[in-house]
Every structure is written in structure tokens, then in C-alpha cells.
């Protein structure tokens, strides 16, 4: 995206990400959830951030919702809205990882080039996860019955249905939560964010 901005001038920061994560025990990151509506993104994102958070870490989780309630409040579901909307996401994912935390986003973000956008604005730190059940396990388990009403025509550009999923290519990790259990998939989360958060001696 071209900065319409041209009188721009950058401060160096003073405290380092080494700083950060000799005070935190903990890099800073992203850990990116992706996949169908239902495919279980958020009660997992909100499930490892407390898991996480009694741990010890800095973490903080947020979805698409949170952001439609205020930061992306001006945008709908049109292709070009839902790139903005990732591209903003990912932008303030990429400062809080910046500024030591660890970020969990639930976001369906369902076009590869949206999500390699967010990957370059946090850079090595990034972390795409697909959680990956199937979109007839979505269906199955969507208890706010999007899907039928996407099916019947009722909601325009539905994900997975009127609108396109990209699957991912190029995950860090994928987990099918049509085969594990939330518990277990809680258990993988935790384990991956160990070994790519905590430094090793």
C-alpha cells in the first residue's frame, strides 16, 4: 500500500526487542488463526491467550469482531474492505508484537495475498496457523446457522460458500479441530508457542 504521507520521520526506539524479551522471558510475535467461520479460530484464540496469560506471558488475543466494533467499524464485506480490514489487523498486530507481546488474531482472512501482507508487516515473528476441519464440520457446528442462510441466499459473500476460502500454502502450523479435540488443540497451541516464543539458552 502507497504512504499518501510523504513528511514522515521515524524515532529509533531505546528499548530493544532484546530488552523486551529478557524482561518478558518471551519474543514478542504473532500467532495468525485462520480458516473457515466455525472452524474454531476464536474460542481457540481466547482459550490459549488465558492458558498463555497463567504461564507468565504478555499476550493478548483479538478477532474480527472486536475490530468491526470500532477500528474497522467503517468497513463491510466487499473484496476490498476485507483487505483493509486484514491490512489494519495486521498492522497492529505487527506493533503489539513489536512492543514485546505475544498477539493471537482470530481472523477467517480467506485470500492468501491478505495474509502474506500481514506476514510482511510483522516479518520473522509472524506465525500462520490454519485450523483446518472441513467446511462440512463448519456447517455442521455453526450454531448461528450462517451457513444455511448463505445457502438460502440470505447473507451476500459468505465464506465458504458464496465467497472464496484460499487454503493456506505456506503454514507454520496446521491443526484439523474436526479430529482433535479443543483440549488437545489447546495442548499442540501451547506447546508451538513455547518453542518459537521462548528463547532458547
Not at 513528511?7 to 514478542?28: E, F, Q, S, W
Not at 479460530?41 to 483479538?62: D, H
Not at 463491510?76 to 498492522?91: H, L, Q, W
Request: contains cysteine; proline residues 3%.
Amino acid at each position: 500500500m502507497t504512504n499518501k504521507a510523504t513528511n514522515i520521520t521515524r524515532v529509533p526506539h531505546l528499548v530493544t526487542a532484546a530488552h523486551r524479551c529478557d524482561r518478558y522471558g518471551h519474543r514478542g510475535g504473532v500467532l495468525w488463526f485462520t480458516g473457515l467461520p466455525a472452524s474454531g479460530k476464536s474460542t481457540l484464540a481466547y482459550a490459549l491467550e488465558q492458558r498463555l496469560f497463567e504461564a507468565g506471558y504478555e499476550v493478548f488475543a483479538f478477532n474480527s469482531a472486536r475490530l468491526r466494533g470500532g477500528l474497522n467499524s467503517d468497513l463491510g464485506f466487499s473484496r476490498d474492505d476485507r483487505r483493509e480490514n486484514i491490512r489494519r489487523a495486521g498492522e497492529l498486530a505487527a506493533v503489539m508484537a513489536r512492543a514485546g507481546v505475544v498477539v493471537i488474531t482470530a481472523f477467517i482472512s480467506p485470500y492468501r495475498a491478505d495474509r502474506e501482507a500481514a506476514r510482511a508487516a510483522t516479518g520473522q515473528g509472524f506465525h500462520e496457523i490454519f485450523l483446518n476441519p472441513g467446511v462440512e464440520i463448519c456447517e455442521r457446528r455453526d450454531g448461528r446457522d450462517r451457513y444455511a442462510s448463505a445457502r438460502r441466499g440470505e447473507i451476500e459473500d459468505f465464506t465458504g460458500i458464496s465467497a472464496p476460502y484460499e487454503a493456506s500454502e505456506g503454514c507454520e502450523l496446521e491443526i484439523d479441530t474436526g479430529v482433535v479435540t479443543a483440549g488437545e488443540a489447546l495442548d499442540i497451541l501451547d506447546d508451538y508457542t513455547a518453542r518459537v516464543m521462548r528463547p532458547r539458552p
